[in-house]
């Protein structure tokens, strides 16, 4: 098993980066459920034959959709030794919560945050935006309100985040009981940041409507375009406001590592509380979402949760208080820490760094050949490492849904789509440290391939008839 997955991702490039998936792969997952074992080596087989193949692809270079991070060997193998570790890390006295302790500790020192902080692992970035929002609240209202509820609060709690924040905040409020109502989606000024004025007027609003402003989260590299709020600027907003300011870093943030981006990211080191992913930038598997907040009491106030079996020792193992389960609403959790340790260990933060700068770099040369070709046209500015582009077209949404519709099914590339001032946007997210140079040319070339000999492009622009075809 080893063997074969070193062996997948060492000639991953000789794959398509995805594949449709034919129906007979698809059937005998349809088997009901088996009461006799089967051999270990026919199972294999069968994820060999029928699962591996049609992943989705974040492992290859040529994928470039969505936020996907692409992994490393290295964590592959740290994830066989907490595998056979079985370690449950909800808490108790075991050097396993140590090394998640350590992760804590050099999150602190990379984001500039003091001793008190505490930090969590989750599943996600989505997970830790949810509990950030639930920080805030229980902040905000008192730790009676985790009794109580909200239904038995006169205050009425408003947030706020920009247009192009990611729909989880949106659904953090949903999950809180706080209601996606009370999320105010603030407009964006043409870097795609959050428009600051627009902002303290929509705060000004609601108090005189009698409303209390509690959380403002802002992006730090928003999905759509990379883009980073002024993380100054909310920082003072929601000090003078007293509101919680948070920051939806969930790729952008561990820009940090890199000596070029980090200065993009000033103000980050004032949030109360950030969420990101390491299984993005990060370069580690998935999932390995984190929350670090500035002051672990507010953090432990929204979570803890004193019972009589779980309760702790001086000694022992029920010893080792407070436990990472007092930070979040998972009891039992994985070795997730593990994974994340030994990548930040076996790679060093200069050469995460380096490869973070170099997916930015990437962009910038993609954004140079779009330029240079014509047909083409950038839909945003490139701020990081996501390029938003379209072969132009009077039927251009068509053709560029054709286009990645094409690209896909070529296993040539595997970008995503948006949308950017109502226009469909091809979008390039480039996360993967195997992604190089000639991925970019890939794709451009296949781009315009594509677009010259799409039928949506056809049938828009009756094609030139050519001297040497007539
Ligand atoms: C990916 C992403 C999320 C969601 O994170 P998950 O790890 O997928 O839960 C939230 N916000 C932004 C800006 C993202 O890029």
Known sequence: MLDDMLDYVEHIRQRPVWQPIPDEIRAPFHEALPDQGQALSEVHQIFMTSVLPYAVGNVHPG????????????????????????????????????????????????????????????????????????????????????????????AKLVAYTSAAAHGC???????????????????????????????????AADRAA????????????????????????????????????????????????????APKLTGIERADSIAFDFHKWGQVQYDAGFLLVRDAAQHMDAFAAPVAYLSREARGLAGGSPWPCDFGPDLSRGFRALKTWFTIKVYGTEKLG?????????????????????????????ALNIVCFRYRSDNADQLNKEIVADLHESGIAVPSMTTIDGKLAIRTAIFNHRTNQQDMDALVSAVLHIGTNTGANRRAQPAKIHPQTE
């Open 169 to 203: 905040i949106a659904q953090a409020m949903d999950l809180s009981g706080l209601g996606t109502a009370a999320l105010r989606r603030i407009p964006v000024n043409q870097q795609h940041q959050i428009n600051i004025h627009a902002l303290q007027l929509a705060i």
């Open 210 to 261: 009698g409303l209390q402003p509690f959380f403002i989260a802002g992006t730090a590299g928003t999905v759509d375009v990379g883009a980073i709020d002024d993380l100054n600027a909310l920082s003072e907003i929601a000090q003078s406001e007293s509101m919680w300011f948070h920051v939806d870093g969930a790729y952008g943030a561990l820009g940090m590592l890199s000596p070029d981006i």
């Open 63 to 154: 994928f470039m959709g969505w936020v996907h991070g692409g992994g490393t060997a290295v964590g592959m193998a740290a994830e066989i030794l907490s595998a056979g570790l079985n370690a449950n890390l909800g808490g108790r006295n075991q050097m396993p919560v140590e090394v998640e302790r350590q992760i804590v500790r050099w999150m602190r020192e990379l984001f500039r945050f003091p001793d008190t902080a505490s930090g969590v692992f989750v599943t996600g970035t989505s997970m830790a935006n949810l509990m950030s929002v639930l920080v805030a609240r229980t902040v905000c209202l008192g730790k009676t309100i985790r009794q109580q509820g909200l239904q038995s609060h006169q």
């Open 354 to 382: 380096r490869i973070i700068s170099n997916t930015c770099q990437l962009a910038r040369y993609l954004e140079t050949q779009i330029r240079l070709h014509p047909e083409l046209e950038l839909l945003a500015p490139v």
